[in-house]
């Protein structure tokens, strides 16, 4: 791989990596933060601060991994570096 390829290669995996940090980031801590002004809208009837703490960011992990994963093999597919 050429040096301009191997560049914009990690560009994009550089990039999906910060994406993946800041939803990390808004998941785990940030929504947890605001728990306590989050309750007062309710989700399934359940406040949404306590859902969030509970299971809502659970899910959205789960969601991120899936997610990354897809997105990681299609930039490596589509600089001919991808796993056989």
């Not at 301009?4 to 980031?25: C, N, P």
């Not at 929504?31 to 899910?59: C, D, K, R, T």
């Not at 990354?68 to 930039?75: D, S």
Request: net charge negative.
């Amino acid at each position: 791989m050429d040096k301009a390829t191997a560049d914009a290669y990690w560009r994009k995996t550089s990039g999906l990596m910060w994406t993946m940090l800041i939803i990390w980031l808004l998941a785990g801590f940030v929504v947890h933060a605001f728990a306590p002004s989050l309750n007062e809208i309710h989700f399934i009837g359940f406040p949404l601060g306590f859902y969030m703490a509970a299971q809502g960011s659970l899910i959205i992990f789960v969601v991120m991994l899936f997610w990354f994963a897809k997105r990681q093999n299609a930039i490596d597919e589509e600089f001919g570096v991808e796993e056989e």
